[in-house]
């Protein structure tokens, strides 16, 4: 079988977080673009992938990775549009989607998320399994236009439709649906090629909205549709289907082990998920994770 998704690393990433252990060399980065047809095109550097629709006059982006990433990201749309860059749609929070926030809303560029996103930017957040805190970003690098289910937004001869979806790889999730391209972003509730997918729990975070994240991808996707995931290479409706499996096959291996009165502990000692960490070549620090985040999702951590 074709491997379609897998985990970083270790050490190299805080596996549910939003801090990377190790920055990248930014100098390095190079900016990699791939033509998805009807000026539609996905954007890959270092960080979570982004999507670039241009229009007549104007641009819409998504996501913006991180901010010393701004000059290269910025010239690689220049390349492809000659129309400015209007609006610049965060998928989610975490800062390897949200860190070039602040240079570009510094060149005019209106930051869009879902309410929550401002929300966990502000006010700063602590990493579930490692109790690492990012802190409050700066004012200029929150969102200035939010909304709550849904919201258009248009450039003259493109559109981009935004949802949000509860509950999933945090609370604050948006896909965005290009139909004229037939192309859709999914944000990290879909997560290929470097990791197991991330569940972010301590922000509402949860393995059942990230499978009902995935089934409404599948209603929105046919077998020609474009599939830019938040992180690793392009897929199609069929790869998805795969990757749905995965998350239903954890949700059930972990609730079973649940209703068998298994400690969270035990359920990661267990390692209900070998021949999946097998097949992608996970190490077993990123597959004992991924238990515990399913685990939690399943059955909360008490607070005190």
Do not use: C
Not at 70 to 85: L, R
């Amino acid at each position: 079988m074709r491997r379609i998704f897998g985990v970083a690393l270790a050490g190299t990433l805080l596996f549910a977080g939003t801090t990377w252990a190790q920055q990248p060399d930014f100098s390095k980065v190079e900016i990699k673009t791939t033509d998805l047809g009807h000026r539609t095109y996905m954007m890959e550097g270092s960080g979570g992938n982004m999507t670039v629709a241009v229009g007549d006059d104007a641009t819409i982006q998504v996501d913006g990775e991180f901010a010393p990433l701004h000059d290269k990201i910025k010239a690689a749309v220049m390349a492809v549009s000659k129309a400015p860059v209007r609006y610049l749609v965060n998928t989610h929070y975490h800062g390897d989607h949200t860190g070039g926030n602040a240079p570009f809303a510094k060149d005019g560029i209106e930051i869009v998320a879902h309410s929550n996103v401002k929300k966990r930017l502000a006010e700063g957040t602590t990493n579930a399994l490692t109790g690492a805190k990012t802190a409050p970003a700066a004012p200029g690098a929150l969102p200035g236009k939010t909304y709550e289910s849904a919201l258009a937004l248009r450039v003259k001869g493109r559109k981009a439709q935004l949802g949000h979806i509860k509950n999933a790889h945090t609370d604050g999730d948006t896909y965005v649906w290009f139909a004229d391209a037939n192309v859709l972003s999914t944000g990290d509730i879909v997560t290929l090629g470097t990791r197991y997918p991330n569940i972010d729990v301590g922000v509402g975070g949860n393995i059942k909205g990230m499978i009902a994240g995935t089934d409404l991808y599948l209603k929105l996707a046919d077998n020609k549709t474009k599939i830019v995931p938040g992180h690793g290479p392009l897929i199609d409706k069929a790869q998805l289907k795969v990757y749905r499996q995965m998350l239903v096959t954890a949700r059930d291996r972990v609730a079973k082990l649940i209703a068998q009165k298994k400690t969270e502990d035990d359920a990661v000692a267990a390692r209900p998920l070998t021949d999946i960490q097998t097949r992608i070549g996970a190490p077993q620090e990123g597959s004992d994770n991924f238990v515990r985040l399913v685990y939690r999702s399943l059955k909360p951590v008490k607070k005190a």
